[in-house]
């Protein structure tokens, strides 16, 4: 018998009420070791940002081409080499000309005792902003197709193209074989590793034993939104023939298997892309709810596309680390960046740009010796810093990611222009930090020589060290903030001021800050505020806070004495 109920009426009893949590802790979150990105790929879907991680790049982003071949193909390489050096996974959003790029469906028919694939003819891949969306008829020389088993489209568009697989269990009835309605398809890349595997009935009234839809589009369905399945067949043709090649077993007690050839049913189209496409892309890496704490330019030098990058920084509020290609002279990168009028964005303190004048080996091993951008590796050290917390949760992000203790180790280096004074000056003033070799008490390494963002003037906010904590702070504010949304104003109030008592306290004990100078401060290194808005004082509030971040010693200037 139960002692107590849930809800008491007028009866006598004991009503137990639901657990209250007041435990509850802000989540950590590792969005912080993750970047996004955008470039030219051989694979991946081109209507929306997707994760690759150290496990998965090969099987979703192919194979490298070489950078001779087209340029665009760098960011392959600081993909591959970012994995490698601690990133734990990129948001990737795959360039398309949305003109150009053609997707089609494989058709599998019946053709006597086997089945025979072909592709039909190719529309638009990018119609409606998606891929194939509305495109739900199989043509094939403009004429429409018949008489097919089924139709298979791959979104994840692979210009290398897949490979289809189908088989049919035996279906023993009163101790003979039938005919089955019910098959497995599997889907393979072009070296043969495993895509997807569905099994389901090409009858639409099918169950499974658990009173469930097996009908195979729906089974595909469910499982993934890259892979669309049409059935071209109905009612007592709805079946794998028990004589069929891909039913059963063979002689040798092995499943039989009928498998296509590779088929090609995505073209990829021209590399040369509109100024539409880069907005397309920026837009989706800024509309995804894939969360990453950085953004790379993956060596791209398009001014439009680093522009549009530059907007999804500040939308997001995340760091937007570029690299300025390493054949320029330093007068020629400074007005690289100069174009780009990054100084010119309030969020200039997240833009951060890279020069590297050095060549090396491919770090994937698919081009020869030269120029490879470091703009990306910097964010994967960064990333790899990140993933060591204190016991507060907090990283050391008031290390900027710089001078000795992060050095440049590529096989192969050789530095091609040597800056002078005077030119590394210039740069600095410009907010480009050079990647090259540096003379130390442990010896000469290659690095990342100085640490400073788009931010001009002498200010904290020139400071990369500084942009990465004030970021993650603002972010944690803001997040916290929509937790004490909905809620009545004084628990909001309670609630923020408990938050950022607690948050800005850790961020002081990890060393993130020091005492301000600031007479309004009273030798505190941070303050807040949260009150009512004056003008809408029933539903909006206003959280101010001011803090007084630790810097970075850049400059060290030594005196020798001389004395008697």
Same mark, same amino acid.
């Given at each position: 018998m139960v002692d107590f109920t849930r809800q008491l009426g007028n009866e006598s009893g004991i009503q137990l009420n639901p657990l209250q949590d007041e435990s509850e802790l802000a989540e950590a979150s590792n969005e912080d070791q993750v970047y996004a990105v955008t470039g030219r790929f051989l694979r991946g879907p081109i209507d929306r940002p997707f994760v690759v991680t150290r496990g998965n790049f090969k099987r979703r982003l192919g194979a490298g081409e070489p950078m001779r071949v087209n340029e665009l193909n760098e960011t392959y390489v600081q993909v591959y080499e970012s994995l490698q050096k601690g990133a734990k996974a990129v948001v990737v959003q795959r360039l398309a000309d949305a003109a150009s790029a053609k997707i089609g469906w494989i058709l599998a028919s019946v053709d006597g005792t086997g089945i025979t694939f072909s592709e039909t003819d190719q529309v638009d891949a990018l119609a409606g902003n998606a891929v194939g969306l509305g495109d739900e008829t199989t043509l094939v020389g403009a004429e429409a197709a018949s008489d097919y088993l089924l139709a298979i489209k791959h979104l994840e568009c692979f210009n290398d193209g897949i490979v289809v697989s189908i088989h049919a269990d035996e279906n023993a009835v009163d101790g003979s074989l039938e005919d089955n309605d019910v098959l497995t398809i599997r889907?393979?890349?072009?070296?043969?590793?495993?895509?997807?595997?569905?099994?389901?009935?090409?009858? %639409?009234?099918?169950?499974?034993?658990?009173?469930?839809? &097996?009908?195979? %589009?729906?089974?595909?369905?469910?499982?993934?939104?890259?892979?669309?399945?049409?059935?071209?067949?109905?009612?007592?043709?709805?079946?794998?023939?028990?004589t069929s090649d891909a039913y059963g077993y063979g002689d040798s007690g092995a499943q039989n298997w009928v498998t296509s050839d590779v088929l090609k049913t995505f073209t990829e189209g021209g590399t040369t892309y509109a100024a539409d496409d880069y907005q397309r892309v920026a837009s989706k890496l800024e509309q995804t709810k894939l969360n990453y704490g950085f953004l790379a330019s993956g060596g791209s030098q398009n001014t439009t596309l680093l522009t549009a990058l530059m907007g999804v920084s500040y939308q997001r509020n995340v760091q937007f680390r570029l690299d300025i290609p390493g054949n320029l002279t330093p007068a020629d990168a400074i007005t690289f960046f100069s174009e780009l009028n990054a100084y010119a964005?309030?969020?200039?303190?997240?833009?951060?740009?890279?020069?590297?004048?050095?060549?090396?080996?491919?770090?994937?091993?698919?081009?020869?010796?030269?120029?490879?951008?470091?703009?990306?590796?910097?964010?994967?050290?960064?990333?790899?810093?990140? @993933?060591?917390?204190?016991?507060?949760?907090?990283?050391?992000? &008031?290390?900027?990611?710089?001078?000795? $203790?992060? %050095?440049? !180790?590529?096989?192969?280096?050789?530095?091609?222009?040597?800056? @002078?004074?005077?030119?590394?000056?210039?740069?600095?003033?410009?907010?480009?930090?050079?990647?090259?070799?540096?003379?130390? @008490?442990?010896?000469?390494?290659?690095?990342?020589? $100085?640490?400073?963002?788009?931010?001009?003037?002498?200010?904290?906010?020139?400071?990369?060290?500084?942009?990465?904590?004030?970021?993650?702070? $603002? &972010?944690?504010?803001?997040?916290?903030?929509?937790?004490?949304?909905?809620?009545?104003?004084?628990?909001?109030? !309670?609630?923020?001021?408990?938050?950022?008592?607690? *948050?800005?306290?850790?961020?002081?004990?990890?060393?993130?800050?020091? %005492?301000?100078?600031?007479?309004?401060?009273?030798?505190?290194?941070? @303050?807040? $505020?949260?009150?009512?808005?004056?003008?809408?004082?029933?539903?909006? *509030?206003?959280?101010?806070?001011?803090?007084?971040?630790?810097?970075?010693?850049?400059?060290?200037?030594?005196?020798?004495? *001389?004395?008697?």
């Open positions: 889907l393979k890349d072009k070296d043969g590793g495993q895509l997807y595997e569905f099994t389901g009935s090409l009858n %639409p009234e099918s169950v499974d034993d658990y009173g469930n839809t &097996n009908y195979l %589009p729906d089974v595909v369905a469910t499982s993934t939104d890259m892979v669309e399945i049409m059935i071209g067949v109905t009612g007592a043709t709805a079946v794998v023939a028990s964005s309030v969020t200039n303190h997240l833009i951060h740009a890279f020069w590297c004048p050095v060549k090396s080996l491919d770090p994937s091993g698919v081009n020869p010796k030269g120029y490879f951008g470091t703009a990306a590796l910097n964010i994967a050290m960064a990333c790899q810093r990140n @993933s060591v917390t204190n016991a507060y949760g907090f990283a050391a992000k &008031n290390y900027p990611v710089a001078g000795s $203790d992060f %050095p440049v !180790s590529r096989s192969g280096m050789t530095q091609v222009y040597v800056p @002078s004074d005077r030119e590394l000056s210039q740069m600095a003033k410009a907010g480009i930090n050079p990647v090259v070799f540096e003379t130390y @008490s442990s010896g000469s390494k290659c690095v990342f020589r $100085d640490s400073l963002t788009a931010s001009t003037g002498n200010s904290l906010k020139k400071l990369i060290a500084v942009a990465d904590m004030s970021a993650f702070i $603002d &972010n944690q504010v803001v997040r916290y903030g929509k937790e004490a949304l909905q809620k009545p104003m004084a628990v909001s109030i !309670s609630l923020m001021k408990d938050f950022l008592r607690d *948050l800005f306290e850790a961020a002081e004990n990890s060393g993130w800050m020091v %005492p301000s100078e600031d007479p309004e401060m009273d030798g505190k290194s941070f @303050s807040f $505020d949260i009150q009512a808005n004056a003008n809408k004082p029933y539903d909006a *509030l206003d959280y101010t806070y001011r803090i007084r971040y630790d810097g970075t010693n850049r400059q060290s200037f030594v005196t020798q004495t *001389l004395t008697r």
